[in-house]
């Protein structure tokens, strides 16, 4: 089992950066991957970012060059640092954790860019 807290969305003006953190407790030890999926109104939930254990990233190609995945080993924490946003950035951004073969979720943020 694993336990996500995501924090740091809000409203931010296009062109601004936001950074989300996503502290994981638990089996910590067991992951294999963490990231992060967003889901607008009326869309289906896609693939942001992640990053597995062996610090190999992955990116939607929306945000490549505009979003950078890192995470804090000592801390069990994983970030997004989101720059240059674009009002189709908005969204709630759910962090996950993949163990083995299952997914464990945190509660959402919601991430609004509009000026």
């Known amino acids: 089992q694993v336990q996500l807290v995501e924090s740091g969305g809000g409203l931010v003006q296009p062109g601004g950066s936001l950074r989300l953190s996503c502290a994981a407790s638990?089996?910590?030890?067991?992951?294999?991957?963490m990231g992060w999926y967003r889901q607008a109104p009326g869309k289906q939930r896609e693939l942001v970012a992640g990053?597995?254990?062996?610090?190999?990233?992955n990116y939607a190609d929306s945000v490549k060059g505009r979003f950078t995945i890192s995470r804090d080993n000592a801390k069990n924490t994983v970030y997004l640092q989101m720059n240059k946003l674009k009002p189709e950035d908005t969204a709630v951004y759910y962090c996950?954790?993949?163990?083995?073969?299952?997914?464990?979720w945190g509660q959402g943020t919601q991430v609004t860019v509009s000026s």
């Open positions: 990053i597995t254990s062996g610090g190999r990233t």
């Open positions: 638990g089996s910590i030890f067991s992951i294999n991957a």
């Open positions: 996950y954790a993949l163990l083995q073969h299952t997914y464990y």
